[in-house]
């Protein structure tokens, strides 16, 4: 920007104030994130989503599970199930000793409360091993 031949001190002295106050914004900018670094801030923001709706979802379903069980309205199912151990032996082979069907006790959840699996997942499993 040229100046014109004669000009007063004050507008000299608002021009360069005006150019040090451009300078001032032009070298607060943020500086511009590399490729790596924005996907790890996206894959972070991902990551805590996740585990923050989980732990949401988790009391919701432990307050309802109270609910329940302070209302009395029956929060715990039964499924019948067949048990089984596997034991190994020492020559490499598997021994399997079988229990009679038994009904266990479950929970109507999506999570496992008071030591009991949901009933959805006994239902979807009806056969359980333990391997000794």
Known sequence: MTRPAFTSVHAVRCEQEREAYNRDLVTETQPVLSLRERLRRILLGAVLSVVAVAVLTFLADLGLFRIRLWSHRDPYGSVTVTHYDAVLQKNGKTQFIF??????????????HSGSLPCWYLEKHPVQRTDI
């Not at 266990?104 to 496992?112: E, M």
């Open 99 to 112: 229990d009679p069907p038994q009904p266990w006790t479950c929970v109507h959840a999506l999570f496992p």
